[in-house]
């Protein structure tokens, strides 16, 4: 258990550091996390509307914040390129991501065709009944997504890797709220880039 609590620790500290300079992306994270508690409170009572507040509101604002913020030039603190840094990301990558979310858009399109999915649903006979077909295509994605990469890491690392990245991937909503409540005020103050993070690698 301590070598599990040891890894965790280090991947959160990688992801952190490697990954989140801007403090817009921080901010963004922030409302993603608060997001994902309200959708983590609603999944064993509306598994489609928390699906729905996951993927459009916690995973759009978190991805918007990786995509269009942080910065993706070399890296002075960790003395380390953006290409390095992608190459060792040990769960979705920018490329992996921009794969995933374009599979996410693209997922209910077979309602158009079908509305019964293949058989899964039956017809939808109102806008409502569509949406929450859509939830749960998305909820399937989403757990579909963070097993995949976690059985793919089995093989191109090691179990426990795979094992610790998933328990992080869950538990990151609560840390990213420890790690980064204060973010708004320091935009409010005008840092756009986390200036402690020098200090941190000291």
Do not use: C
């Amino acid at each position: 258990m301590s070598s599990f609590l040891e890894a965790l620790r280090i991947q959160r500290w990688d992801d952190h550091r490697y990954y989140h300079h801007s403090r817009i992306n921080q901010a963004l994270h922030l409302v993603s996390a608060v997001s994902f508690l309200v959708a983590y409170a609603l999944a064993f009572k509306d598994p489609a509307i928390a699906a729905l507040i996951g993927w459009l509101v916690a995973m759009t604002s978190r991805q918007a914040g990786h995509l269009f913020f942080e910065p993706k030039g070399y890296d002075e603190v960790n003395q380390a390129t953006h290409e390095y840094k992608e190459e060792i990301k040990v769960g979705y990558n920018l490329q992996r991501k921009i794969v995933l979310l374009a599979i996410w858009a693209l997922s209910p399109l077979p309602l158009y065709f079908d509305p019964t999915f293949f058989g899964l649903f039956d017809a939808y006979q109102t806008p409502a009944d569509l949406i929450r077909h859509v939830g749960l295509i998305w909820l399937v994605l989403a757990t579909g997504g963070l097993l995949f990469r976690t059985v793919q890491l089995f093989f191109v690392r090691d179990v426990q890797t795979g094992l610790v990245w998933a328990a992080k991937i869950l538990t990151d909503p609560f840390h990213d709220i420890k790690l980064y409540h204060k973010a708004p005020l320091y935009l409010l103050q005008g840092e756009l880039i986390d200036r402690g993070m020098a200090h941190k690698h000291r």
